[in-house]
């Protein structure tokens, strides 16, 4: 959706990942034309290369799955926006579907609450046709952020 608006996407996840991640870009290549988009590898934990550091936004869809993952994601999301001291603004969609989940939520959010202010962002902005009871979207702003402003 972004590239379709216009922006300069990358889309990431493990390197094994990335061939089907181009592929899903280049089925939808003919709605894509207003930006770009491209997909690399990002293994949460390890050093990103630096052109991917202190993006605008940085958006984070169902990241949330396991308590082993935690720290790395974390750690990545920090090193991505300077421990939280860049302009990037985080939106995060959670599905919430189990009280496992929805406290695994609340962990992550407990881990990030030193260098994040998380905002829910309201139902009735979202387009009702995606909405459900499970839907979670959040807004973070790094903290340093909020203090300049």
């Given at each position: 959706?972004?590239?379709?608006?216009?922006?300069?996407?990358?889309?990431?996840?493990?390197?094994?990942?990335?061939?089907?991640?181009?592929?899903?870009?280049?089925?939808?290549?003919?709605?894509?034309?207003?930006?770009?988009?491209?997909?690399?590898?990002?293994?949460?934990?390890?050093?990103?290369?630096?052109?991917?550091?202190?993006?605008?936004?940085?958006?984070?869809?169902?990241?949330?799955?396991?308590?082993?993952?935690?720290?790395?994601?974390?750690?990545?999301?920090?090193?991505?926006?300077?421990?939280?001291?860049?302009?990037?603004?985080?939106?995060?969609?959670?599905?919430?579907?189990?009280?496992?989940?929805?406290?695994?939520?609340?962990?992550?959010?407990?881990?990030?609450?030193?260098?994040?202010?998380?905002?829910?962002?309201?139902?009735?902005?979202?387009?009702?046709?995606?909405?459900?009871?499970?839907?979670?979207?959040?807004?973070?702003l790094c903290r340093n952020r909020q203090q300049k402003n």
């Open positions: 959706m972004a590239s379709y608006l216009g922006a300069s996407v990358v889309v990431t996840d493990l390197d094994s990942l990335v061939p089907l991640l181009a592929h899903n870009i280049n089925k939808n290549s003919n709605i894509m034309s207003a930006g770009s988009i491209s997909a690399r590898p990002l293994c949460w934990g390890s050093e990103p290369d630096t052109d991917l550091l202190h993006p605008d936004f940085l958006i984070l869809a169902n990241c949330i799955y396991y308590e082993s993952s935690l720290e790395t994601l974390l750690e990545t999301v920090l090193t991505l926006t300077s421990a939280g001291r860049s302009e990037t603004v985080i939106l995060a969609c959670y599905e919430e579907r189990t009280r496992e989940i929805r406290e695994l939520v609340c962990r992550w959010h407990a881990m990030l609450d030193k260098y994040f202010t998380i905002y829910d962002v309201e139902r009735y902005v979202l387009d009702t046709k995606y909405v459900q009871e499970y839907i979670r979207v959040v807004r973070m």
